[in-house]
């Protein structure tokens, strides 16, 4: 069983000024100001707009990210109903072969790493998980087996949200009543929004007293 920690991905050309460009050309259209309009994001205009709630604007716009974390987050990810979702599938991904090192991969719980007893439960449960799962996959389906798979299980999720759901999402999931887990890859991924969509992003609170180093990774692809 390998045991891993979450992360989090995007491209580089998801999350740039280009799309405050377009948003601020839709807003912009409402009021005839195109000529006003400049080579870079005009952001207290930006910053205006959903301040008099006028989020419809930002919806013109998407960002498509993809997390790698256990099943139990995904689970509550999903419950965002205007997005796009594209998930590793345990119907067709048989972690019992070859191409999965005959093995599963399951997500670190953060919480448990001070708490000894508690791991070793955690890790001899998904043990166990995997132990029947390759049992019952040498003599059936991976769609069968999957019943006996915990929650632990890492899996990848492509997501897309317009930036008006983006803003929903961490509105929900980052606060300190969000799951640990949750927040172990929602909070990054806000902080790096602020940074590079900050008219969009930068009134979102989040829970600060979060242990930084439990954030997940983000990693910025080309």
Known sequence: MKIIQPYVYYNRDEVSTKKLLTIERAARLCYKSEGRMGSEP?????????????????????????????????????????????????RYCNYSADKFSNEITVIEPFFYLDKPE????????????????????????????????????KTEIAVTFNLREWRHFFKLRCPKEAHPQMQQVSIPLLLAFKEKLPPIFDDICYNENFPVEHYAEIKVID
């Open 42 to 90: 005009s952001v207290d205009f930006l910053r205006n707009i959903l301040k008099k709630g006028h989020e419809s604007v930002i919806e013109h716009e998407k960002i498509t990210v993809w997390f790698v974390a256990d099943r139990g987050v995904t689970h509550e990810m999903v419950r965002h109903r205007i997005a796009s979702y594209s998930q590793e599938s345990t």
């Open 118 to 153: 508690k791991y070793e439960i955690w890790k001899k449960t998904c043990l166990s998980a995997q132990e029947g799962y390759i049992n019952l996959t040498a003599n059936g389906t991976p769609q069968e087996a999957r019943a006996v798979l915990p929650n632990s299980l």
